[in-house]
């Protein structure tokens, strides 16, 4: 369904002239005696219903199916014809529930039966009707905005259903004419106006009511075009229950619905508690629900749609579930002809509205995928899950009603700051445990938990300092440290040589924060003035190199964890720059400032043959580089090196070398000739 | 697969069709491959609604045309759906099997089809429980992928029979890999993460197993819109938790800020007076009944139920209902025992007087927002105590 079919607007016009004040002739029994009463009384004479209780009675339930089905975006606008019409409600939202709908009536009242006659017509509710429909509701207003130039997009089509007692056939013909040239006028007065819009396409439902045992005046008719812009059906319906019926067959036909009756569910009161008494609910709803059914042409259908007579269910049956653990939801089976039974639907509650799903009782196209431990990073088995779950929880939603106002007073999108969020919280975020010390060390969390944020208080700071000192501190007495030696060769760094490490990766945290605030900065200070280096980084330190950890590359220990780290770095690089934060970015490369020291050892970090000389002299290996070098190296592996790069000389290889050897003749530049 | 006559093209599409109808469900799309006259082909496609497309081959048939035309399919429809998964600045290359397909919102207001951006960009976490079984459009395997520089995929780290890309899914295997980090934590903490797939376009990952040892990162798509779960309410008003005043979900992790409620109940989250069938009304009156035997225990029920019916008669415009309840009172109030409490002779004659001037329907007595309240009365004080 479109938006802004027919089904987004719906006029109600109802009767309101002396006649609706009759008795519709259907007997309601109010005055139910209960058993072991004292015998002899005469129960209350029976009552009934006025056309109009009726009339009134029956749009209510279409407006109740209508409003819980669509909350939103279905509006209805009440309007009661006699003297003259009274629109009881607007297109507001705020105005489209039923409270605000029977509190307009009750004060409308009923019909008043001395009321002349001849002043009453419905033909007031119906031009009111016409000119409802040409006045946008927000939905309109909203979408157009939205579509700028294209806002001649959203459609303005409605519906009108008028209750009625008309006298005759002609007196219908009428009526129609009558809209018809009151929709020709109101779209030459909203052509030239801003806030009304023309209406494209008007479907007018016209019900003559009587009572019951009467004769009908008027005889049904299909819908018909009688313009471009209006279609029109008569219904003749004896007014009552019939009336009732009706409004439903029609609420379901105007808004796709479809019937739904749950059988064999157990009675919860308590005088049923222990007895095996069940009960049949029916449901309407979206007829999507049932799209398998009719595609699948397995119809247990009870009746047949040909006379539109909507009177069929699909029969599902309610799945007692046996463990709780699935919350407010129950299953729902469907019997099939076969005999076997299939859970085709679900219903789930959630905070008061209820849902009816349509399960999956099909094969799946997604048959025996591989298992996720098969693929990519399959075999890695010492990922962080735990901290990250910890993670996630941390990174929770939780809907924010109010609007909140950024400090330059534009909206603030909650979702937008669960973003960012997410980008501070991930800045350096190692995925396994072999690729950290920091944060397998319970010393550090105070502080790792903090640095993310996007403001420090000044408790904060005091105990990311308390942290640092802390770690200093443990330094002084030589603890050991959760050091990984995953690859490494022999028995792992040396003490100090861990510490060094655990000080690089915390700098490394650090620093990815340092431009949340002014407090961050402050611990960086703190961290660098307290952190241990050995004399020679000291004195490089004073000629402002910012960085030293790519540095003293000779020993054989600390290389692999160069390694792992340096590809942590990148990694993390990788993301600042797609993001294009270049001031978060310059943080973290290390600048190959001119009067940066040669590195004490040219070993290369990656001993590979394909290291380009270029990188060698280079002086201290970039990040850039760093990185180039791993993904060649991992790509290396997977192939076998050209021959003739591998004896080129200077990245030149000379091409059919062997033509010249074995011929003497000249290289031609045919690709052919060398076939020879 | 049964045999199907091969020379009568509408039969053998029947069976197709009961076929895909019976294993797969009636939502999977499917592709035939057939050869014949072109005419016929067209009106069959005008037959589904004009989805499908016929390929043709160019040129002579011979093996390479044949192979251009069926490159042309596998292009159009069997083409992997490759996307970057990112949680800020954890990424990781993947594959979504099958094919996300383009959805159309409105094809009067939007008629162009929306498709899945190949960015999908985690937006934040949420339980299982809260997110609960949403509806969804589709769902969709999440692979991992190595990708080389160039952005040719090497493989997707399954083993495979080629010794070659053997060797690079093994190492692609011992590289870690976020999906792999994502989907365990998903698994452990119950979660699922909430994806961005366009603008108003959100879907949810989650890991899903099929048997003990087989699990799986899966992606489900939202319906697009700002608001496709009605208990999560607007998407784009989901935020952190630090954010908060305080944790919604509690220092103990023992509530949660979800289901959110409708700002209007549903008819049936409410006491909805509905008397098209018989039995709706003679329920309501025997409540009012029942109650009234009760007096003065029951009055605040009492005057509740006769309140809820007054209203109802009044919007309806069934005065006659209200005479009727205030004779049946009236009746009730002849037929009290000697034993019972004086104080309910004296609420059931006021209460049937009350209605018998909400019945005349002048403004003065029967505002629909009027209540009709107990009578205050010598025992009222004492029998509030009781209730």
Redesign the interface.
Known sequence: MKIFSESHKTVFVVDHCPYMAESCRQHVEFDMLVKNRTQGIIPLAPISKSLWTCSVESSMEYCRIMYDIFPFKKLVNFIVSDSGAHVLNSWTQEDQNLQELMAALAAVGPPNPRADPECCSILHGLVAAVETLCKITEYQHEARTLLMENAERVGNRGRIICITNAKSDSHVRMLEDCVQETIHEHNKLAANSDHLMQIQKCELVLIHTYPVGEDSLVSDRPKKELSPVLTSEVHSVRAGRHLATKLNILVQQHFDLASTTITNIPMKEEQHANTSANYDVELLHHKDAHVDFLKSGDNHLSGSSREGSFKETITLKWCTPRTNNIGRSVLLEQPRKSGSKVISHMLSSHGGEIFLHVLSSSRSILEDPPSISEGCGGRVTDYRITDFGEFMRENRLTPFLDPRYKIDGSLEIPLERAKDQLEKHTRYWPMIISQTTIFNMQAVVPLASVIVKESLTEEDVLNCQKTIYNLVDMERKNDPLPISTVGTRGKGPKRDEQYRIMWNELETLVRAHINNSEKHQRVLECLMACRSKPPEEEERKKRGRKREDKEDKSEKAVKDYEQEKSWQDSERLKGILERGKEELAEAEIIKDSPDSPEPPNKKPLVETDETPPVEKSKGPVSLLSLWSNRINTANSRKHQEFAGRLNSVNNRAELYQHLKEENGMETTENGKASRQ | MDDYDKTCLESALVGVCNIV????????PCQLQSTDSLDCLERLIDLNNGEGQIFTIDGPLCLKNVQSMFGKLIDLAYTPFHAVLK??????DVQV??RPEPFVV????D?IPKVINTDL???????I?DI??P?VLS?H?V????L??EGDE??????DDNE?EN??N?????????????????K??G?V??V?LGPEWHGMLYSQA?SK?????MMSLFEPGPEP????????????????KEN??GED?NKS?????????????QN?T?????SG??TD??KI?RNARKLPEKTQTFYKELNRLR??A????????LK??A??LE?ECT?LPDTAHPDAAFQLTHAAQQLKLAST?TSEY????HNITPLQTDFSGSSAERM
């Open positions: 109808q019976q294993e797969w469900g009636g939502a999977i949680c800020g600045h954890l990424t990781a099997f099958p409105d094809e009067e207001i008629p960009e985690i937006v934040g976490f949420i339980d429980a609960s079984s509806p769902r395997l692979l991992p992928i190595a080389n520089k090497v493989g997707t780290g399954i083993t070659d060797s690079a093994q190492i692609a295997g011992k590289i870690p890999n976020f999906c792999v980090l994502l989907h365990g934590s998903l452990v903490e979660m993460a909430i961005q099929d040892k087989k699990s799986n990162l779960l009605p208990w999560l309410g607007k998407m784009a008003q989901l935020g952190p938790i630090s954010d908060a919604p979900y992790d800020p979800f289901p959110l409620q409708p700002k209007n109940k549903r008819s049936y989250a909805v509905v008397w098209i069938k018989p009304l003679q009156v025997q009944l209203k109802a009044l919007a309806f415009g069934f005065l006659d209902l009727g309840v004779d049946m009746r037929l329907g029967a505002g629909y927002d």
